[in-house]
């Protein structure tokens, strides 16, 4: 058991020094580099989650943050502990000013009004909005986890499963799930017959049987999400 669990913490960092490497080479001649993801994309309830982080040219050239950092990966390949972990590692170089993170939603009514990819794109846009405030556009790199988003008036790139090759856009997964997870661990308390703490919004069969059994809770729960996706004997009915 014990060199079952040197062999897994050995590919986490080893993920890590690449998501490392990865970085390195993105920030060129800029001197900042900023990762931006999201959470809850494809969930049938909640806020849509995006986080953003910046790093300085001159957190690359230092092995005591690639230390601190060993174990950061994308936010799905590691438990809850884990993301709990190395949630409170980056918010903690963040107290130290070693890097800026800023964290933003989009909620269930813009999401309805927009669609998922508006609603996203308008998460991402306040999380950058607040964290490049006052920075020149020439000095930063944004990457944005999968394909450029039409919707995003801030210039960025696209990384296709970005989450598992740049460092800082693992470190915005890992964010914007802890957070996401915590408001969704809050809302089972309001709404404890939906079982919210366990799937956090997902279609899960629990979820889909707690649905048919006891409703849409307004506000909460997605319409354009449901309407696709429910299926039973009985109308699903929206109020909204």
Not at 69 to 94: A, E, N, P
Not at 107 to 133: F, H, P, W, Y
């Amino acid at each position: 058991m014990v060199r079952n669990n040197n062999n897994l913490k050995k590919r986490v960092a080893d993920r890590s020094l690449a998501l490392w490497d990865f970085d390195k080479k993105q920030i060129d001649k800029n001197e900042f580099l900023i990762g931006v993801d999201e959470v809850g994309r494809g969930c049938l309830a909640g806020d849509v989650v995006a986080a953003a982080v910046m790093v300085p040219r001159s957190f690359y050239e230092k092995k005591e943050f690639q230390k601190i950092c060993l174990g950061i990966v994308d936010s799905k390949q590691i438990d809850f502990s884990k993301r709990q972990k190395m949630d409170s590692v980056i918010r903690s170089l963040q107290q130290e000013g070693d890097c800026r993170f800023q964290l933003a939603a989009s909620n269930v009514s813009e999401i309805e009004n927009l669609n998922i990819v508006g609603a996203t794109s308008l998460a991402m846009q306040r999380c950058l909005d607040k964290l490049i405030d006052g920075y020149k556009p020439e000095d930063l790199k944004v990457i944005v986890d999968g394909r450029p988003m039409k919707r995003l008036s801030t210039q960025h790139d696209g990384v296709v499963k970005g989450d598992g090759k740049s460092l800082v856009i693992a470190m915005a997964s890992i964010l914007a799930k802890v957070y996401r997870d915590q408001t969704m661990v809050e809302l089972s308390k309001l709404y404890p017959d939906y079982g919210f703490c366990q799937h956090k919004g997902y279609g899960t069969p629990q979820h889909l049987r707690a649905l048919r059994e006891k409703g849409v809770v307004e506000g909460i729960h997605r319409p354009r999400f449901l309407n696709k996706i429910i299926t039973c004997d009985r109308q699903l009915e929206f109020d909204f």
